[in-house]
């Protein structure tokens, strides 16, 4: 029941932003880049550093974007190890301002998160370690600013909702691709 929550309040995020003209839109693989960021995972998991990938999907309006983002983290605590590998589309929504180059947004989306925790080594002969696949809710907020023509600068503040829940506030840039 929980993870049917999640993805549909992910879908009234996207569907309630959506609302606009699609006749601006520009849909398609349109940038890549890289981030990285300071992690606070939940259940007493010191905080850790992350990275990750960004993709930019393009737009249906100038204020709705949609983009996708794979993190990862890891975190060893004793003799436990913890890591999560995110991988999600979001949906961002895009606040106007007049002549700035800073863009902020607001955003979420659903994707897959896998954890993974547990010992180090091997305890007589068993493997204590666990690992789990779930369905993902993030929940964004950040700024985009024009670097140059060809490079996005992105800071952001985002929830994970799935495996284990964390936040993560990062900064990155994403290089454009064609014109």
Do not use: C
């Not at 080594?121 to 696949?133: A, E, H, Y």
Request: aromatic content about 12%; cysteine-free.
């Amino acid at each position: 029941m929980k993870r049917y929550a999640k993805l549909l309040l992910a879908g009234l995020i996207v569907l309630g932003v959506a609302n606009l003209s699609f006749a601006q839109a520009d849909i398609g693989f349109k940038g890549i880049g890289g981030k990285i960021g300071f992690v606070g995972p939940e259940g007493g998991i010191d905080n850790a550093i992350g990275f990750g990938a960004l993709v930019d999907l393009g737009s249906i309006s100038k204020m709705v974007a949609f983009g996708a983002f794979v993190e990862y983290w890891t975190k060893s605590v004793g003799v436990f190890d913890f890591s999560a590998l995110t991988i999600a589309a979001m949906g961002f929504y895009h606040f106007p301002m007049e002549n700035s180059s800073l863009s902020p947004y607001v955003g979420g989306g659903v994707g897959f998160s896998r954890w993974e925790g547990g010992r180090r080594r091997q305890v007589n002969g068993l493997d204590l370690s666990d690992s789990k696949t779930d369905l993902a809710l993030n929940i964004a907020g950040g700024g985009d600013m024009e670097l140059s023509p060809k490079a996005t600068g992105r800071a952001e503040f985002k929830y994970n909702l799935g495996g284990i829940d964390y936040w993560i506030i990062s900064a990155g840039v994403i290089f454009k691709l064609g014109d």
